[in-house]
């Protein structure tokens, strides 16, 4: 039996503005309390009134209450009791306002006015205690009388972080005077608070919360928007706590040894040299890995060299890090106190006192700024450059990949003798090229004439080419070439379903696939098409003279012939070894699979040679 008057779906109207006493204060609600008899009894029958919210508990959460972080509160001002919401085991789906940020409630967050100061007795009682310890640590093993405290300096916490809005506002205030209400006549509440004003390096430090019940930052956080509410702080006090505050939030991260991976450097530095350096190398990188070792050999140079750089803190990461308190909370905090935002040297400074001065008054830290910079570049720099190396080419990366789309845009075919015209005007040995008649393309050089490479035999050519990963669908070229009396469209058709490809695609290629659109596709189609017939008049009217010339090619002299004829031996290579196990199956030629690979009998380890 409920003492208390429940809705059906166990929630009720908005009461956000006028706070619940008149909730707990009905008749019903009240004589029920003379008939508990146990603190099962009040966790069963007792129901905890309001706001709908959804609360994260951390695995310590149990034992510490502080351990909890509020993850949305409902702006519609509904609110929920706590038996039907452990009637749906603490997980009721939820669907309010988009901005709520709650997909399901949890929790709820009894808010009180100033008018129910009456309340007093009850909030602050152990019983009412021990509830909210269910209700918040869900344990009813303990009882935790700053779990009400806990979960509304967390809830202060999420709406001071907030946009400003109304709602904002008014939720700020009614958290305050609950949290007054609650505590304000409570020994450790005021001990902790005074402690705060006169001592805020003890009260603040980390250590030393476990034993006032807090381990984390919220409660030093309530206690300063409780000092502004009653007007009790100065600024100068305020900005001395919030700077503990600070100090604490950079002892965890050295703590954690996270210091370094959350710092930077300042400026144009040695790394931008480097970049300027490796940029003008970019036409002398055939590949991607030669742009990696380029900046690797450049970032260990100038490490050795470098004497100093400014580092500063990384205050966009570390604003951005997965944890209740970031710094972007502290950094509110310290501009709605102190009306501005701390400078990269305060920053250096709290970080080096906390590295440095653990347990000293910050008035007691030195701050001498040369010397806290040298500190932190002699203490960063062995992981500059390691760290920095990735980056750096990351960088990099996409805009040689850039730079080497625009000059590998269109590959075109080329008539044996306009290669032999470029050849003898570059005094090159056309013996040296692998030309490849059936599609009128060199197969050992870059054939883009932007390209630093340009007619440079090159004995792994994909590797030059793999740099941009997204080329040409297979037998792109051979596809344009067989089909020149038709239009640049049907020819697409035909390339995207493979249909002279040697292996056929499954289904067909997308333009997608290949970073490229219909309108790109077609341009390319149209060029090559030109460029074909070129090439095959061309061989029409000098056929006497490109016949000469591809039998000097492919002459034994010849680099085509040498090639073929290595590939020919090793695909005879499972053929001749047919009596052995070992023998090895031969590797064709680009066009072809290689011969079968030698049976012979189990006991033989290769074929006799």
Same mark, same amino acid.
């Given at each position: 039996?409920?003492?208390?008057?429940?809705?059906?779906?166990?929630?009720?109207?908005?009461?956000?503005?006028?706070?619940?006493? @008149?909730?707990?204060?009905?008749?019903?609600? %009240?004589?029920?309390?003379?008939?508990?008899?146990?603190?099962? @009894?009040?966790?069963?029958?007792?129901?905890?009134?309001?706001?709908?919210?959804?609360?994260?508990?951390?695995?310590?959460?149990?034992?510490?209450?502080?351990?909890?972080?509020?993850?949305?509160?409902?702006?519609?001002?509904?609110?929920?009791? *706590?038996?039907?919401?452990?009637?749906?085991?603490?997980? +009721?789906? !939820?669907?309010?306002?988009?901005?709520?940020?709650?997909?399901?409630?949890?929790?709820?967050?009894?808010?009180?006015?100033?008018?129910?100061?009456?309340?007093?007795?009850?909030?602050?009682?152990?019983?009412?205690? +021990?509830?909210? #310890?269910?209700?918040?640590?869900?344990?009813?093993?303990?009882?935790?009388?700053?779990?009400?405290?806990?979960?509304?300096?967390?809830?202060?916490?999420?709406?001071?972080?907030?946009?400003?809005?109304? !709602?904002? @506002?008014?939720?700020?205030?009614?958290?305050?005077?609950?949290?007054?209400?609650?505590?304000?006549?409570? /020994?450790?509440?005021?001990?902790?608070?005074?402690?705060?004003?006169?001592?805020?390096?003890?009260?603040? +430090?980390?250590?030393?919360?476990?034993?006032?019940?807090?381990?984390? &930052?919220?409660?030093?956080?309530?206690?300063?928007?409780?000092?502004?509410?009653?007007?009790?702080?100065?600024?100068?006090?305020?900005?001395?706590?919030?700077?503990?505050?600070?100090?604490?939030?950079?002892?965890?991260?050295?703590?954690?040894?996270?210091?370094?991976?959350?710092?930077?450097?300042?400026?144009?530095?040695?790394?931008?040299?480097?970049?300027?350096?490796?940029?003008?190398?970019?036409?002398?990188?055939? #590949?991607?890995?030669?742009?990696?070792?380029?900046?690797?050999? /450049?970032?260990?140079?100038?490490?050795?060299?470098?004497?100093?750089?400014?580092?500063?803190?990384?205050?966009?990461?570390?604003?951005?890090?997965?944890?209740?308190?970031?710094?972007? #909370?502290?950094?509110?905090?310290?501009?709605?106190?102190?009306?501005?935002? =701390?400078?990269?040297? @305060?920053?250096?400074?709290?970080?080096?006192?906390?590295?440095?001065?653990?347990?000293?008054?910050?008035?007691?830290?030195?701050?001498?700024?040369?010397?806290?910079?040298?500190?932190?570049?002699?203490?960063?720099?062995?992981?500059?450059? /390691?760290?920095?190396?990735?980056?750096?080419?990351?960088?990099?990366?996409?805009?040689?990949?850039?730079?080497?789309?625009?000059?590998?845009?269109?590959?075109?075919?080329?008539?044996?003798?306009?290669?032999?015209?470029?050849?003898?005007?570059?005094?090159?040995?056309?013996?040296?090229?692998?030309?490849?008649?059936?599609?009128?393309?060199?197969?050992?050089?870059?054939?883009?004439?932007?390209?630093?490479?340009? &007619?440079?035999?090159?004995?792994?050519? %994909?590797?030059?080419?793999?740099?941009?990963?997204?080329?040409?669908?297979?037998?792109?070229?051979?596809?344009? /070439?067989?089909?020149?009396?038709?239009?640049?469209?049907?020819?697409?058709?035909?390339?995207?379903?493979?249909? &002279?490809?040697?292996?056929?695609? *499954?289904? =067909?290629? #997308?333009?997608?696939?290949?970073?490229?659109?219909?309108?790109?596709?077609?341009?390319?189609?149209?060029?090559?098409?030109?460029?074909?017939?070129?090439?095959?008049?061309?061989?029409?009217?000098?056929?006497?003279?490109?016949?000469?010339?591809?039998?000097?090619?492919?002459?034994?002299?010849?680099?085509?012939?040498?090639?073929?004829?290595?590939?020919?031996?090793?695909?005879?290579?499972?053929?001749?070894?047919?009596?052995?196990?070992?023998?090895?199956?031969?590797?064709?030629?680009?066009?072809?699979?290689?011969?079968?690979?030698?049976?012979?009998?189990?006991?033989?380890?290769?074929?006799?040679?």
């Amino acid at each position: 039996f409920f003492f208390f008057f429940q809705a059906e779906d166990g929630i009720r109207d908005s009461v956000a503005s006028r706070g619940l006493g @008149d909730v707990y204060k009905r008749q019903e609600y %009240m004589g029920g309390l003379e008939l508990i008899e146990s603190h099962l @009894d009040i966790i069963e029958i007792f129901p905890v009134v309001g706001l709908v919210m959804k609360l994260k508990r951390y695995a310590k959460s149990v034992a510490d209450p502080w351990a909890t972080e509020v993850q949305g509160i409902s702006r519609e001002g509904k609110t929920l009791d *706590s038996i039907f919401l452990k009637q749906n085991a603490f997980k +009721l789906a !939820w669907k309010g306002k988009e901005e709520d940020a709650i997909d399901f409630a949890n929790c709820v967050l009894p808010l009180f006015g100033p008018k129910d100061d009456d309340m007093i007795p009850f909030i602050s009682h152990p019983l009412f205690h +021990l509830q909210m #310890t269910h209700l918040v640590s869900q344990t009813i093993d303990a009882l935790h009388d700053q779990a009400f405290l806990a979960l509304l300096a967390n809830s202060l916490l999420y709406v001071f972080e907030q946009k400003p809005s109304e !709602w904002r @506002d008014l939720l700020m205030k009614r958290i305050q005077i609950t949290a007054l209400l609650a505590y304000g006549t409570n /020994k450790e509440f005021n001990s902790y608070a005074a402690s705060l004003l006169t001592n805020p390096e003890q009260a603040v +430090l980390i250590e030393e919360m476990p034993k006032a019940g807090c381990s984390d &930052l919220a409660r030093p956080f309530i206690h300063l928007l409780l000092f502004h509410y009653t007007k009790k702080i100065e600024k100068a006090q305020a900005e001395k706590v919030i700077i503990n505050m600070y100090m604490n939030f950079f002892r965890q991260l050295v703590g954690q040894n996270k210091y370094l991976e959350n710092m930077k450097v300042e400026g144009e530095t040695f790394i931008d040299k480097v970049k300027e350096e490796v940029i003008k190398d970019y036409p002398t990188f055939n #590949t991607l890995g030669d742009l990696k070792r380029d900046v690797e050999e /450049k970032m260990e140079g100038m490490g050795k060299d470098i004497s100093f750089c400014p580092v500063l803190v990384n205050a966009g990461k570390l604003e951005k890090l997965d944890q209740k308190i970031t710094l972007k #909370t502290l950094n509110m905090l310290y501009e709605f106190f102190v009306g501005k935002t =701390p400078s990269d040297e @305060d920053y250096l400074f709290w970080l080096h006192s906390a590295i440095k001065f653990k347990g000293k008054k910050i008035e007691e830290c030195e701050n001498n700024m040369p010397e806290i910079k040298k500190f932190f570049f002699n203490a960063f720099k062995a992981d500059l450059v /390691k760290n920095s190396i990735a980056n750096v080419i990351g960088d990099l990366r996409e805009g040689f990949i850039k730079k080497f789309k625009e000059e590998h845009m269109y590959l075109m075919p080329i008539s044996v003798t306009k290669l032999k015209e470029l050849c003898d005007k570059n005094g090159l040995d056309v013996m040296k090229y692998a030309y490849v008649k059936e599609l009128n393309l060199v197969k050992n050089t870059c054939m883009c004439p932007k390209c630093s490479f340009f &007619l440079k035999p090159q004995e792994r050519l %994909m590797h030059h080419l793999s740099t941009w990963s997204e080329r040409c669908p297979r037998a792109f070229h051979k596809t344009v /070439k067989a089909n020149l009396g038709i239009g640049a469209e049907a020819i697409l058709e035909k390339v995207l379903k493979g249909e &002279l490809a040697r292996d056929k695609p *499954s289904s =067909p290629f #997308t333009l997608e696939a290949f970073s490229s659109t219909k309108e790109e596709a077609i341009t390319y189609i149209k060029l090559l098409q030109d460029e074909y017939k070129k090439v095959l008049e061309e061989e029409a009217k000098y056929s006497e003279e490109i016949k000469a010339i591809e039998t000097k090619i492919n002459s034994p002299a010849g680099c085509f012939h040498d090639k073929k004829m290595k590939k020919k031996k090793k695909a005879e290579g499972g053929a001749a070894n047919a009596g052995g196990r070992g023998g090895r199956r031969g590797r064709g030629g680009r066009g072809g699979r290689g011969g079968r690979r030698g049976r012979g009998s189990a006991p033989r380890r290769g074929g006799p040679q």
